[in-house]
C-alpha cells in the first residue's frame, strides 16, 4: 500500500475526530492536519492503546499509566524446600506493599542469538590461525543448529499500574515518581528473592524497545528496532515532511505491520498466528505447590503466560466475606444434609472462613487474579494442534481453559503488556486468593545463563535454553575460576578440553597441564594450531624451573605510571625455586637451606646475574642465558655439607629425570598450550606439574589487561597427600591472585578424597571456595554427599548428580545451580572424545580414508 493509499483508507476515520468535515487534499503532503496528526505508516498503530511514552513511563488511551520492568529469573525448581520457602516469604513481602494493579507476563519464543552469531562470524573473519578458523566455523554451525531447534528464550516481566480516578487533581512528575518508588520497591525486595531486574525501560526508547519486541515476535530487539526507528522517521519525512517529525506517535516505533482480528478463534501479527484461552475461574486445583506457575511458563516455545493481579479493599472484602456466609448459613437450614448442595454450601463457608481469618488476624491481604494463556506458531495448522496438546495436557493436571471466540480485539488488548485485563475476560476468569497464597505463584523461575560475549557450553536441561558464560564478566562473576569435580568416566577430560578449545577460539591465551593420560589432548591441540610440549625421561622438551622470563610491563606502566620494581631474581628464588627445592628435598634442615640458597645464587652469578634486574640484559637488550640445574648442582658438589642435596639433584641432572636440565625449549607464547606431563611417576610428577604451572603462572602475570586461562588437571596432586604444604599454598595462590591479572585458573579432579586430604582439606576448600564457578559431573554417592554438604545443594541438586549420565552436569555460579548438556561440535567430539567405540569408529574412518585415498 503506498503513502496516498494508507492516506486514504483512513482519511474519513481521522476526519470524524474533527468537530466538522474538513476538506483535505490528499495530494499535499504539509496540509496543516497531516502535520499536526500525520496519519500513519500502517493500520495496525490504531489497534495498540498507548499514547504515549515519556521517560519510561507509558500512558495508555484509557487515562491510565504503567512501568513495564523486566526480571531475571533464578533457578527457583532446584533450590531446597526451605531456599524455596524463603524466596515466596519475601515475595509475599513485596505483593503487600505493591501497587493494587499488576501483571506479570512470561514470553516464550525460539531463542534469538543472531547477535550472537555475528560476533562469532566477526571472530572467525580476524582469525589468523586456518585451522583455527575451521573449528570456529564447526562451533558456529553447530549454535544456528541448536538455536533453531532446541533452544527457548524467556523472558519475564511486571508490569506497575496507576489509575487516574476522575477529577483526580495530579501531575504527570508526581504520577511518574510515584511509579518509580514503586519500581523501585520492587527492585529491592525481588533481590532479596534473588532475582535482578534489567536496567531496562528507563527511557523513552528503551521502553519502546521492550513493547516492539513483544509485538514484533519474530523480530530482533536491537537490530530490528533500529531500523524500524530510521523507517518511520524516513517515512514521515517523505510523506508529510521535516516538521512532521515532531508529531510521530509512539507507537509507530513499536508497531507491527499487520495485526488481523478478524478471524473466530485466532489473531495474525505479521508471519505469526496467536489463540489466547484464560484458564476457567473454578477449574484450577485447590492445592498450589511453591513455584506451580513453572507448569505453565516452562510449557514450550511459542506458549507465553499473563497473570493479573488486582489488590481489593481489605475492610470491604471482610464486609462482602461477612454477608456471603450469613446468606450461606440462613440457605443451610433449608437444605437437607443429604442434599449435594449441602456439601457445596459447606465448602462455600469454610472458604468464606478462611478468607475472613486471613484478612482479620493473618495480616493478608485479598487479590482477584486472572491467567492468560497464548499459543504462537508461525503455522495456524501447526498452531492449532500445538494448542490441542497444550489444553490436553492442561486438563490431565484438573486445569480447565476457556476460549476467547470472537474476542480477538479483547484479548489481544489483555495480551500487550499494559496491566489491565478486558474486564468481560477477566469476569469470567478471575478468582480471589490471600497473599500468602498468592505468592506460591511466585512465577521467575526459569533461569537462563547467556552472556552475549561468554563461551558456548550447551542446553540448560531445566527449559531448553542455550548456556553460554562469560567468567571474565567481573560485573557478573566475583572470579573466573571454575572447578570441576567428577568420578572417573563422567566426562571430565573431555569439558576440560572444550572449554580450552572454545577459549581459544575467543583469542583468550589457554595452558592446559595434563598428569594423566595427556595424550588425549594431542589431536585437539594439534587441529587448532597449538603447542604440545611432553615432558618426560624420553623427551626433548624441558622447562628450565631457574628461567627468568623477560617482563612484559607495557600495559602495567601504562596503566601505573613508573612503579618500584623488586628484584626478578629475589623473587624467583623465594618463590619458585624454594618451592621446587622443597618438593624435591622436603626433609631439609636448616642450614641445607641456607647453603643451597647460596648455591643457587652463585649459579646465576656465573651467568653474570646479580640481584640488580639490569643484570638480567646484554648489551642489545635482549635476556642472558639463564643457569639450569646441573650448574646448581656443580655449585653444591664444592660444599661437602651439601653433598646430600646434590645427590638428590643428580636424578634431575644427568639421571632418569635429566630432562628438567636444560634451557626452556617450549613455545609458551602459543595461544594454546599443552604440557604433557604423565609420562612421569611418583614424586616427579608432582614436582614435574610445579614446574609447568609455574612457567605458566609467570606468563599470566605478564599482562593483566588480557585475558588468559589455566587449565589444571587432576589437582589433587599438587594439593593431596602426595604433595606438600609449600606447594599446595603456592597453587591456592594463583586461584586468589589470577583475577588480578585478568586470568582463569580452572581445575578439575576425579579423586575428591586426595583432593581433601591434605592439612585437613583446607587447600581443596580453598580452592573450592575461590572458584566463583564449580561444574558437578556424576559423583558416586559418598562424594556426592560430601560435596553436597561443602556447597549447600539441595536434595534434588544431590540427586541428580549422582545419576548425570556423561557429558551432563551442573553448572554452579552466582547462586544459581543449572544442569546443563554439555556440546560439542562434530569436529570437536572428533578430536577431544575418549570414548573407547567413538576412537574405534574414527579409526576405521581413517584407516578407510588413507585406503581410498579420500
Known sequence: ???????????E???????????????????????QSPLPTTLAVDLIPIEKIERGIVYTEDNRRVKILEILPINFLLKSDEEQESVVEDFAKWLK?????????????????????????????????????????????????????????????????????MGQMISDEEIENELNIAANRAKTYLASCGNKMVTLGLTTQETAKIYFDILNRTKNAEVDFEQQYQDVHYFYECTYGEESLNHIPVTEFISPSEIDLTHRDYTRIDDTYYSFVYIKQNHIPNYMPKGWLSILTNAGVGIDVDLFLKKEDKRKSLDRIGRHMRWNMSKMNDISASNSAYDDTLDTLDAGNYLKQGLSGGGQDLYYFAILLTITSNNLSTLRAK????????????????????????????????????????????????????????????YEMFDEDGIFLGINEMNNSICATDIFDSKNYMNANISILGTSGAGKTYLLQLLAQRFRKKGIQTFIIAPDKGHEFARA????????????????????????????????????????????????????????????IPD?????????????????????????????????????????????????????????????????????????????????????????????????????????????????KEDRTKKKAIILDEAWELIGAKSNKKAAEYTLEIFKIIRGYGGSAICATQNLTDFFSLDGGAFGEGIINNSKTKILLKLENRDAKAVQELLDLSDEEYKKIIKFERGHGLLATNGNNVPIHFLGSPKENDLITTDRKQLEQLAKEKEYGNATGN
Open 97 to 165: 506493599i505493591a501497587p493494587s494493579g499488576i501483571q506479570i507476563k512470561s514470553l516464550s519464543k525460539r531463542a534469538d542469538v543472531s547477535s550472537y552469531i555475528d560476533k562469532m562470524r566477526k571472530e572467525i573473519a580476524n582469525e589468523k590461525d586456518e585451522k583455527c578458523k575451521e573449528l570456529m566455523i564447526d562451533q558456529l554451525n553447530l549454535i544456528t543448529q541448536v538455536s533453531a531447534t532446541e533452544s527457548v528464550s524467556r523472558r519475564f516481566f511486571i508490569v506497575l499500574e496507576k489509575k487516574i480516578a
Open 1 to 11: 500500500m503506498t503513502p496516498l493509499e494508507r492516506i486514504s483508507a483512513i482519511k
Open 387 to 446: 494448542k490441542r496438546e497444550f489444553l490436553d495436557y492442561l486438563r490431565s493436571i484438573e486445569i480447565d481453559c476457556g476460549n476467547t471466540d470472537y474476542e480477538q480485539k479483547r484479548a489481544l488488548t489483555s495480551y500487550i503488556p499494559l496491566g489491565q485485563m478486558d474486564k468481560k475476560i477477566f469476569a469470567r476468569a478471575k478468582r480471589n486468593v490471600l497473599t500468602s497464597d498468592l505468592a506460591c505463584f511466585y512465577p521467575f523461575t526459569n
Open 588 to 700: 631439609m634442615d636448616g642450614l641445607e637451606e641456607e647453603l643451597l640458597d647460596e648455591a643457587i645464587l652463585r649459579a646465576y652469578e656465573r651467568k653474570g646475574i646479580t640481584m640488580d634486574n639490569t643484570s638480567l640484559y646484554k648489551e642489545d637488550g635482549s635476556m642472558k642465558e639463564m643457569p639450569i640445574l646441573s650448574d646448581v648442582y656443580e655449585e653444591l658438589l664444592k660444599d661437602d655439607r651439601t653433598y646430600r642435596l646434590a645427590m638428590i639433584l643428580k636424578k634431575l641432572v644427568n639421571g632418569s629425570a635429566k630432562s628438567f636440565n636444560g634451557q626452556t625449549n617450549v613455545d609458551l607464547n602459543n595461544l594454546y598450550t599443552v604440557i604433557d606431563i604423565s609420562k612421569l611417576t611418583g614424586k616427579m610428577l608432582t614436582i614435574g606439574m610445579f614446574v609447568a604451572l609455574d612457567a605458566v603462572r609467570g606468563i599470566s
Open 525 to 584: 591441540c594439534q587441529a587448532i594450531g597449538g603447542e604440545f610440549a611432553q615432558i618426560s625421561p624420553a623427551s626433548e622438551h624441558c622447562i628450565n624451573v631457574l628461567d627468568i622470563r623477560k617482563p612484559n610491563d607495557t600495559a602495567s606502566k601504562a596503566l601505573d605510571g613508573d612503579y618500584y620494581e623488586s628484584s626478578l631474581l629475589s623473587d624467583k628464588i623465594n618463590g619458585t625455586i624454594e618451592t621446587f627445592f622443597s618438593l624435591l
Open 13 to 35: 476515520q481521522r476526519a470524524m475526530q474533527k468537530e466538522q468535515e474538513i476538506e483535505i487534499d490528499v495530494t499535499q503532503k504539509d496540509h496543516d492536519i497531516f502535520i
